[in-house]
């Protein structure tokens, strides 16, 4: 921990109006690409994604049907899971910020656990963890590790609520529908963390296509 409290907690003109631009942003990828790290956007592509699943023919959560949602859904909880652990485990985070990122860490491998023992019970397979790629040099800066999580969030929260539509299964649905009120709690905490007052502006959240979320997500190591 360097305590340096005041590297992500005061309200920044620059970050309040890059977090306006990110609520108002027409596309995902403009939002996404706001949120560069060190000058490199998001959408840069860090890892090759390796389309072993076959995923990538379907746009839209349509068809794909609830293993191969999940398995995705699985992916990406340990993306964030893993995103948090390193994060906390940098020590770039003053205390407040690493007790709230290290509950935040413990949701995701939660709701990866939870949607692993859901894909049991379902008899379809686990995937394997990707290798995940996360930006150079954002474990070493506080601001730069927010930023990009602030980021991750609405991703989440995009894939759930773009997915539910699409889920056979009403207790999967309840299942997705009781993580993605959490997502909804993460992006607000973060939000806050990087001093953003007054963090929910948002009266419906964004649902992503299939295609959105893989495009948000396989740079960074997620396998479709
Ligand atoms: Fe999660
Ligand atoms: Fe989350």
Redesign the pocket.
């Known amino acids: 921990m360097n305590g340096d409290v005041s590297r992500v907690s005061p309200i920044e003109d620059r970050e309040y109006s890059r977090h306006k631009f990110l609520k108002t942003a027409a596309s995902v990828g403009a939002a996404l690409s706001a949120a560069g790290i060190g000058g490199a956007g998001v959408f840069t592509r860090y890892a090759e994604a390796q389309p072993t699943l076959g995923f990538v023919a379907f746009p839209t959560y349509q068809g794909l049907g609830d293993a191969a949602i999940l398995q995705f859904a699985y992916q990406l909880e340990l993306l964030?899971g893993r995103f948090y652990q390193f994060g906390v485990e940098a020590g770039i985070l003053d205390p407040f910020a690493a007790t709230q990122i290290a509950a935040?860490r413990d949701?995701?491998f939660a709701?990866a656990d939870f949607l692993a023992s859901t894909l049991a019970s379902l008899g379809a397979a686990v995937p394997p963890e990707p290798q995940f790629v996360y930006p150079p040099g954002v474990f070493e800066d506080p601001v730069a590790f927010l930023e990009l999580a602030a980021t991750?969030?609405p991703v989440?929260i995009g894939a759930y609520q773009g997915s539910a539509g699409a889920l056979q299964s009403k207790e999967i649905l309840a299942g997705a529908g009781s993580i993605l009120g959490?997502?909804c709690d993460?992006?607000t905490a973060i939000d806050i963390l990087r001093g953003i007052s007054g963090p929910n502006f948002i009266p419906f959240q964004r649902s992503f296509t299939f295609g959105e979320a893989v495009a948000a997500t396989t740079p960074f190591g997620v396998v479709v």
Do not use: D
């Open positions: 964030e935040i949701h995701e709701h991750f969030e989440g959490v997502e993460h992006r």
